[in-house]
């Protein structure tokens, strides 16, 4: 069964880098069939699309981070990573990887998502 | 404030049926991209519940349905039971922004 998993530090201080991995199990990340991607949902607030990438390591990430989203994969570790960077309180969140259906274009589904994990951005 | 709108909450005694909706505009749903749907309870992983529109995946149960018209889509629920309390959110994607989009999310209340 796949299934994904978030880890990373829960605090950040301001300014500096936030790093989360994915960890996949059930199928290998170097499939071609599949992009894997980040979402997140900061309190009290909805769901934000950060980013997703491709087995061969091209991604694709939101404008509004302003160049601040770096994603790789490992495909020896079958994981998955997302690096952010100049952290602020605005990043404070629940960080979710999910799969991408490799479809058209704008008609992907995330499915499965990990269970997420909190990231508090705070000196 | 997200680019896909939905009522902040939907209530309704068991076996009701009942709705939630996805307002978008002509650079998203209206621009012919698929709605898919995601049933989130808090502290698990969200769940996807309809995907293109209104296909089910499998182990989903039939009295989930979507639908999508113009620049909305709706989520129905045939017969409201007390396990579908959750948070649920529409997706999709807007040619404007570049993205994919979500609704701000529906908070479902069994009475």
């Known amino acids: 069964q796949l299934q994904l998993q978030e880890s990373g530090p829960g605090l950040v201080k301001p300014s500096e880098t936030l790093s989360l991995t994915c960890t996949v199990s059930?199928?290998?990340?170097?499939?071609?069939?599949?992009?894997w991607g980040w979402i997140r949902q900061p309190p009290g607030k909805g769901l934000e699309w950060i980013g997703n990438?491709?087995?061969?390591?091209?991604?694709y990430d939101n404008p509004s981070f302003k160049n601040r989203v770096t994603m790789s994969i490992d495909t020896a570790r079958n994981q998955f990573s997302l690096r952010l960077t100049s952290v602020t309180a605005a990043d404070t969140a629940v960080y979710f990887c999910?799969?991408?259906?490799?479809?058209?274009?704008?008609?992907?589904?995330?499915?499965?998502w990990g269970h997420g994990t909190h990231v508090t951005v705070s000196s | 404030q997200s680019v896909l709108t939905q009522p902040p909450s939907v209530s309704g005694a068991p076996g009701q049926r009942v709705s939630i909706s996805c307002t978008g505009s002509?650079?998203?749903?209206?621009?012919?991209?698929?709605v898919h749907w995601y049933q989130h309870l808090p502290g698990t992983a969200p769940k996807l519940l309809i995907y293109?529109?209104?296909k089910r995946p499998s182990g989903v149960p039939d009295r989930f349905s979507g639908s999508k018209s113009g620049t909305s889509a709706s989520l129905a629920f045939a017969g409201l039971q007390a396990a579908d309390e959750a948070d649920y959110y529409c997706?999709?994607?807007?040619?404007?922004?570049?993205?994919?989009?979500f609704g701000g999310g529906t908070k479902v209340t069994v009475l």
């Open positions: 997706q999709s994607y807007d040619n404007d922004l570049g993205l994919w989009v």
């Open positions: 293109s529109n209104n």
């Open positions: 999910v799969r991408v259906s490799l479809v058209l274009t704008g008609f992907n589904w995330f499915d499965p």
């Open positions: 002509s650079s998203n749903i209206g621009a012919d991209y698929d």
């Open positions: 990438i491709y087995y061969s390591g091209d991604p």
């Open positions: 059930g199928v290998s990340v170097n499939n071609s069939s599949y992009f």
